[in-house]
Every structure is written in C-alpha cells, then in structure tokens.
C-alpha cells in the first residue's frame, strides 16, 4: 500500500466525505447553543415584528375611526341646523302653503308642471340665462393649433 493516500489528511482527524468534515462542520454544545440563541433571537424578532405591525394597524384604525366620528359629528351638526330652520314659524307657514294650507282669506295656488320653462326673453326671467361655457384649451393643443393650424 505504498504510493496510496489515506483517506483523511494529517490535521483532521474525519476521513474526507464524512459529515464531520464537511466544510469544518462539527456539532459541539457551544455551536449548537450558538444556533439554538439564534433561532430565538429570529423568534423573538418576529413576535415583536408582529406586535409593531399590529399596533400600526390599530393606531390607522384609530385614525379612521376619529375621521368618520368628526364627519359623523358635522352631520349631527348640520341636521341640528336643519331641525333649527324648520321649527321657525316662517319655514311652517311655507311649507303649509305648498300643502294648500294657509291663513283664511287666502287663496291657493300651485304651478301646474306641465307647463314649460319661460323662455330667456320673457319678462321677469333676467336670472334665467343660458350661458355657454368654454373650456380653455390644454397647453398641447394651444401648441398644435399653433403649429398645423386651427381645428
């Protein structure tokens, strides 16, 4: 068996091939306490990973929840308002009038709604005017009409 090398070398004391030996692998208690502080030091990571996480998602609730309580209270506001007009006397005695109800001596009267808008002449329709509105072009189209010509 001489020419022949061994199957190991001179300062490992594991053959080549074994487990051992696989990239300077061994298992001995402080490597193993070393992988089993790392695996809880990740653990513990991630519960307080999870514990942020929920505590941001609670804190956007709470805000959400304070935007919909401060809409909900401009709605309250604003219904109380209401209730405020429609409890003067002048809003009741209106509102009796589109009932046909009204003061003695008082003759009603409705609009029939068959009967067609006045038209822009007519007299007492200064308010009633049809105005076109002209949007004003985009920069791009000031651009072409500019440059090919107009529309």
Do not use: C, K
């Not at 009204?102 to 009967?115: A, C, M, N, Q, R």
Request: hydrophobic share 50%; glycine share 10%; net charge negative.
């Amino acid at each position: 068996m001489a020419g022949r090398e061994p199957d190991y070398d001179a300062d490992d004391a594991a053959p080549h091939g074994s487990l051992d030996a696989i990239g300077g692998l061994r298992f001995t208690r402080r490597r193993s306490a070393v992988l089993v502080a790392g695996f809880v030091v990740i653990w513990l990571v991630g519960v307080f990973a999870n514990q942020a996480s929920d505590a941001a998602a609670a804190a956007s609730q709470a805000d959400a929840l304070q935007a919909r309580n401060a809409a909900l209270q401009q709605d309250i506001d604003s219904l109380q308002a209401e209730l405020q007009l429609i409890q003067e006397p002048g809003f009741i005695s209106s509102a009796a009038h589109g009932y046909m109800l009204g003061l003695p001596g008082e003759i009603p009267f409705t609009i029939d709604p068959s009967v067609p808008a006045p038209s822009p002449n007519a007299p007492g329709s200064v308010g009633i005017v049809r105005v076109n509105v002209v949007q004003p072009a985009s920069p791009l189209d000031a651009w072409l009409a500019a440059l090919f010509g107009g529309r």
